[in-house]
């Protein structure tokens, strides 16, 4: 009897033992920081038509493969190496533990709502957790290679191999599937009750949220493409410099042209203009109705990251580390910020820039 | 000595090591136990220009070389990021050298840069060094290629540090080097010939194949070609993926099918298919040159064919040859029954001819018989004239403004020799030499590359090749008639293809031949030159369509010619009738002169070139490590080493530092610390440092004890030449030993030590083949203390191969080592690498006498493994016959003992080099019995 109780203590000892350091390290399944989006917007407009200055500069533990501007207060950022945290944005700090559901990278997400969808491609695996709950909401696994993730209403749609799933946002529980002839290009676009995705050979397929095909759109672009949505519109870029302008909802296109330079960043719909940077530095503004080259602006190498709009301002970051703030009407530049090493990636917050360079440094200005 | 006992006096050996290796390196630098010398003959006086994305580093003299460097990297620069979709914002340093000789003095690399190096890249501070060879075209394509090494290495290196991967993967050497010649320029008719030949002589290697690592510029050129043939069929996008998706995937070809849906060795059987395809057609319209009376050469590389007439008047073939495995020059007679090859010159075993430059130097003789030839001697070409009858150098050309030296050729008058040079400054011009003076007149000097000249039949012009008649760089070169009288240049026509070698013919005074790949390889034409037509048309003629390449020509009678041309990846002299080809119908070509305007060297504009400031010593780590050891006599073991250099790797200074305390009041006495500065900047590499170590020790002639030194050190290693040097070091120390039985010593002592090092030998997979290595080395150590000689080391190491054929050597080493007096060290000399059949430890003294006799030949090609997925096995098999003799000892010399027997040596994966020996032994009045089988890694002395 004795000896039982000594090893039902020592057992009991090595099992807390073991939950305290999977909790110091890291490894409990939330991020212990409640946060309600519900109301609050994702990213501000603010006019940055006046330069906005450097607030802070820090180290973030690894190399980002996103980061979200949450509200006006916290971004969240997710990492190749798996992990998801919280970046006080006031402070220029971490907020709350590092929680690494995956070892591996994460590889799609989608924010909607309180929900983060998120998957990894290595892993096979694809989560949804509630910031505001603080908890995983459920998990598949062992799935083949998961792309990217989309999100109408109460159901997720998610890529697995040629197939696109549909299941129940909130519990994952499988509903329908949809295979396509050949592989998937981009992440899907979403407008009204239309889910589309580019394919390899450069097409633009449609589908209900029911998952029944519509008429799909033949674009010849390369597989290596980039594509936004505004609205109805849907604009596409390619590694060879095609540029398209699809209207998603009737299935037509509306503009396609061919610029020098390939295209490594999404173009950037705004009221009658599609804006594009391609090729060595260059930032075109066209009409797609017209055809009409607005304006055009020379600056200095690649761009491989999304443009952005704060009012009447897009913002260009050139990968070599100058982010350039152009009139959205005349391309006139207004003003410029240098960082000292490549961009990585880039979003707007409710006032300002949120910039992450190569070295893992992320950098405000507002 | 039993086991316990050798244990414990390598652990007590492992500090002091690591102490040797960092003050070793004093003066060892580039310079190992044998091994050739890089000798920094020139002071550059280095300069800096900062672009936006590149220190250019440059030297005075070259300030125009730099500019159009820096233009070149930016402009690569630009196109590559947007080919990688990466860019880096760290600054470049690119390292440029005005010729390939001033860049064999680079202290970038440690070691000898071989001819056929044309530029690196250093991973660890990413330096790209690149030499001009005279070329525009040429040095933007290094460039380039240069750069898409360091686009390759960051995108993989990008990718691997964001998913935490601890070391970047290696992408085989086919696709990083294939990929540097694809995105750095054209499929070119030199690319074509090597895979035309690949693919006829049936060469052409999978790309996993150990054979396509040995096969050295063929791996570029199949690397080129199969990404070539992805990115048509795939795209450029899809070779960027490979680079991009790689971690998602278990190794190379998993990734290539991740990518492209194919696995890899079906891609290869595609692209196999494809390329002979595209051969199929030209091969039935071609002529394939092979093995016939009309071959003159089949071993080695054999180039450069210049006539001779003895006295008799026979016709000899005069020619580069490497058949040897080093450069010669040769000669056998044109009579086809006496094809018995005489040796004229050995080439590139001693300090006057250090290097013939095979395939670019070419060489000539004159009518009345005067060999005309270039060689490297010290830190410029020198061109040496022979009388072939007699075989004594008659005179030599040299100037210290002139660098490099191609072609000579001499006029029909037997008093000049035209030839192209590059100066100091990197530019590639003609010159005329009188050979009776000592002086040169230069007849082109500008930016463009002049080369290839021959004299007019009246020695009244000069016939050569050059890119001045270009509008832009395109790699495209034009023949051009200069005469000597008026200096007036003349372009023969002018084409988008690359004419060379012009030669005139010898029964017809209008009418050169050349050498064009219009027809997509090299091949030689003709053109017609007459004063009676307009000059904008010529008429030019396809003489031959050999299926490869021709590399020179020698136009012999009328209807016949002597050519190199490239057959089973090396060229051989042929005899070339006319009459076996179906020549072309001559064409008219047309040509505007008025267009003819050379392009204009590109500078970088000043909105990029931001700063010029001389170059300072700004220094950076290359090394950095620690180790921590366990030792259960010696406790914990910990330390670490530090290496900084500058940019240049002139200077480097080492550090170490380490503690072997037991106890913490020991903790500041027992640090371990030594520095050592090492300065390459000259010709003699110096070297200072300081040292403390305090160590328990076992030593086997004073059992354990503790030694606690301290000291300066320093020393002078001098090239003689490239082959020999001297090394001289001193160490100047305070030594305290305590022997724990209330035994101590101290004392001061001196040591010197002098070294002379001879090296020419000629290496093949497993070991040397060729030529002579020789050590010699005395060292007393002198105690300041008490006055007297404290010990003496001599040693003599002498190693000699003879070479019976051409893969066949004998091969003998001598080597006596006395080490004698106090603190004097054992030596152990059995095993695979001493006197084969006994234990390392078996023969051991502070003595020793050893004498090894090997015959070294060819076995076997391979042994090979062969799985679904690639094979395994030791490739090429050599075997040995050998006879070892020795013993050593420390106070009496006793009887040889030795050993007889037979050994393989195989290299595995390319690299390591597995050794068999099975033999007996022997006393020298009886053989044993047994039989012993030993087994070890490692090349043959």
Wanted: net charge negative; glycine share 8%.
């Amino acid at each position: 009897m004795m000896s039982t109780n000594k090893y039902f203590v020592r057992t009991a000892g090595g099992l807390l033992l073991t939950l305290l350091v999977l909790a110091a390290s890291g490894c409990v399944g939330k991020l212990q920081y409640s946060i309600d989006l519900s109301e609050e917007p994702v990213s501000g407009s603010r006019d940055l038509t006046v330069q906005p200055v450097l607030q802070w500069s820090a180290k973030m533990i690894s190399p980002p493969v996103a980061i979200e501007v949450l509200n006006q207060d916290l971004a969240l950022i997710l990492s190749y190496r798996g992990e998801i945290y919280l970046w006080d944005l006031n402070q220029g700090q971490r907020q709350g533990r590092v929680w690494q559901p995956y070892r591996q990278p994460i590889s799609n997400h989608c924010i909607d709502g309180n929900r983060l969808y998120f998957s990894s491609i290595i892993d096979g695996l694809i989560s949804a957790y509630d910031f505001s709950l603080q908890k995983k909401l459920w998990r598949n696994r062992k799935l083949k290679a998961p792309g990217a993730i989309a999100v109408i209403d109460s159901l997720v749609f998610y890529q697995e191999q040629r197939n696109i799933v549909a299941g129940n946002a909130a519990n994952g529980k499988f509903i329908a599937r949809r295979a396509l002839p050949v592989d998937f290009a981009s992440e899907f676009y979403i407008s009204g009750g239309t889910i589309a995705v580019f394919s390899t050979t450069g097409n633009l397929h449609r589908f209900t949220t029911g998952l029944e095909p519509l008429e799909p759109l033949s674009l010849d672009l390369d597989q290596s493409l980039s594509a936004a949505i505004t609205g109805d519109r849907i604009a596409a870029g390619d590694a060879h410099g095609r540029l398209v302008v699809c209207d998603l909802a009737a299935g037509q296109l509306i503009y396609a042209t061919k610029l020098d330079g390939p295209i490594y960043t999404s173009p950037l719909i705004n009221d009658e203009l599609v804006i594009c940077a391609h090729g060595s530095g260059f930032v075109s503004a066209i009409n797609p109705e017209s055809g009409e080259l607005q304006w055009q602006f020379q600056g200095q190498g690649l761009v491989n990251q999304p443009l952005l709009i704060a009012g009447n301002v897009i913002i260009v970051p050139f990968a070599r580390g100058r982010i350039v703030a152009l009139d959205r009407l005349t391309g006139r530049e207004l003003w410029h910020h240098d960082t000292e090493y490549v961009i990585r990636s880039l979003d707007l917050t409710s006032d300002g820039l949120l910039i992450a360079d190569r070295r893992n440094r992320l950098h405000y200005l507002r | 000595m039993n086991k316990t006992q050798s244990v414990k006096y390598r652990g007590g050996l492992s500090v002091l090591s690591l102490a040797i290796i960092v003050l070793l390196p004093v003066v060892m630098t580039g310079q190992f136990y044998f091994g050739r010398n890089k000798i920094q003959y020139e002071d550059f006086d280095w300069q800096v220009l900062e672009t936006e994305h590149f220190y250019l580093y440059y030297y005075t003299g070259e300030e125009q070389l730099g500019q159009v460097a820096a233009y070149f990297a930016e402009e690569a620069f630009g196109e590559l990021e947007l080919k990688f979709n990466c860019t880096f914002s760290r600054k470049i340093p690119l390292v440029v050298y005005s010729n390939h000789i001033h860049f064999q003095q680079t202290n970038i690399l440690p070691y000898h840069i071989p001819e056929g190096v044309g530029g690196f890249i250093e991973y660890i501070k990413k330096r790209v060094v690149i030499p001009f060879n005279g070329n525009m075209f040429d040095f933007r394509k290094v460039i380039r290629h240069e750069m898409v090494h360091a686009f390759t290495h960051a995108k993989i290196s990008y990718v691997s540090s964001d998913i935490g991967m601890w070391e970047s993967p290696n992408f085989p050497l086919w696709f990083t080097e294939g990929l540097a010649d694809l995105w750095s320029g054209n499929w070119d008719s030199q690319a074509e010939m090597v895979i035309r030949d690949a693919l006829l002589y049936d060469h052409l290697y999978p790309l996993d194949s150990e054979a396509l690592y040995r096969a050295g510029f063929l791996l570029y050129k199949e690397g080129q070609s199969f990404l070539g043939y992805f990115e048509e069929t795939y795209g450029t996008d899809d070779i960027r993926r490979l680079m991009e998706d790689y971690w998602r995937y278990e190794n190379f070809e998993q990734t290539i099918k991740g990518v492209t849906g194919k696995e890899f060795t079906t891609l290869m059987l595609d692209w196999r298919l494809a390329l002979k395809k595209q051969m199929a057609e030209p091969l039935q319209q071609d002529f394939v040159i092979g093995n016939g009376e009309n071959q003159l050469t089949k071993t080695g590389t054999n180039v450069s064919p210049a006539l001779y007439y003895d006295h008799l008047g026979n016709q000899h073939l005069v020619y580069l040859s490497s058949r040897s495995g080093y450069t010669d020059i040769l000669s056998q007679s044109l009579d086809v029954d006496d094809r018995k090859k005489k040796t004229v010159l050995k080439g590139e075993r001693g300090a006057e001819f250090e290097s013939l430059h095979i395939t670019q130097s070419g060489l000539n003789v004159s009518r009345d018989g005067k060999l005309a030839y270039v060689t490297k001697s010290g830190q410029q070409d020198v061109i040496r004239v022979v009388d072939l009858a007699t075989r004594k150098e008659i005179t030599s050309f040299s100037h210290p403004q002139i660098i490099s030296i191609r072609t000579p050729v001499w006029s029909h008058d037997d008093a000049k020799i035209v030839f192209s040079a590059q100066n100091f400054n990197g530019l590639a011009d003609l010159y005329i030499w009188t050979v009776d003076s000592s002086t040169a007149i230069r007849l082109t000097a500008d930016i463009y590359c002049d080369s290839d000249p021959a004299f007019s039949p009246d020695d009244s012009a000069v016939v050569f090749v050059s890119d001045r008649g270009r509008e832009i760089l395109d790699g495209g070169t034009d023949l051009f008639i200069l005469d000597l009288a008026t200096r007036q240049l003349k372009m023969l026509f002018k084409d988008e293809y690359q004419e060379k070698y012009p030669r005139w013919s010898t029964a017809d005074q209008q009418l050169i031949y050349f050498i064009s790949d219009r027809s997509g390889t090299p091949n030689i034409w003709s053109v017609r030159i007459s004063d009676n037509e307009p000059r904008h048309i010529v008429q030019l003629q396809q003489l031959t369509n050999v299926h490869t390449g021709i590399h020179d020509i020698v136009p012999l009678a009328a209807d016949s010619l002597l050519v190199s041309s490239f057959q089973e990846y090396n060229f051989q002299i042929h005899r070339l009738p006319l009459s076996e080809f179906s020549v072309s119908t001559p064409i008219d070509t047309t040509f505007s002169r008025s267009t003819v305007k050379g392009w204009s060297p590109p500078t970088i504009p000043t909105t990029i070139s931001r700063k010029k400031e001389p170059y300072k010593l700004r220094y950076s780590l290359d090394l950095a490590q620690t180790a921590v050891a366990y030792d259960p006599i010696y406790g914990v073991l910990g330390g670490a080493q530090l290496s900084i250099s500058d940019l240049l790797g002139n200077r480097y200074y080492h550090f170490l530092l380490t503690n072997t305390a037991q106890t913490s009041g020991d903790f500041l006495g027992r640090f371990n610390f030594a520095v050592t500065m090492v300065d390459l900047t000259g010709r003699s590499n110096l070297a200072l440092g300081i040292f403390h170590f305090a160590n328990d020790y076992f030593d086997p002639y004073q059992a354990f004890y503790f030694e606690r030194t301290y000291g300066i050190r320093g020393g002078i290693n001098y090239p003689l030449d490239v082959f020999r040097r001297l090394e001289f070091s001193g160490t100047f120390w305070y030594s305290y030993k305590d022997f724990y039985f209330n035994n101590t010593r101290s004392t001061v002592l001196l040591s010197n030590f002098v070294s002379f090092i001879h090296d020419n030998s000629l290496w093949y997979y497993t070991g040397p083949i060729d030529g002579w290595r020789l050590r010699l080395t005395i060292g007393p150590t002198i105690d300041l203390k008490k006055s007297r000689l404290h010990n003496l080391t001599g040693l003599i190491d002498s190693r000699y191969y003879l070479r019976i054929r051409q893969f066949v050597t004998f091969a003998q080493r001598t080597m006596i080592w006395i080490n004698d007096g106090e603190d004097i060290r054992r030596y152990y000399i059995g095993g695979s690498w001493g006197i084969r059949g006994y234990n390392l430890y078996d023969i051991y003294g502070s003595k020793y006498m050893m004498f090894n006799q090997e015959l070294r030949f060819p076995l076997a090609h391979s042994l090979m493994l062969n799985f679904s997925r690639g094979g395994i096995g030791v490739s090429p098999i050599r075997g040995a016959l050998f006879v070892d003799a020795g013993n050593a000892w420390d106070n009496e010399r006793p009887d040889l003992i030795g050993s007889m027997g037979f050994g393989l040596r195989g290299l595995f994966l390319g690299g390591v080099v597995l050794r068999l020996d099975i033999g007996r032994h022997t006393d020298f009045k009886t053989i044993d019995r047994d039989w012993f089988v030993q087994f070890f890694f490692g090349w043959d002395y």
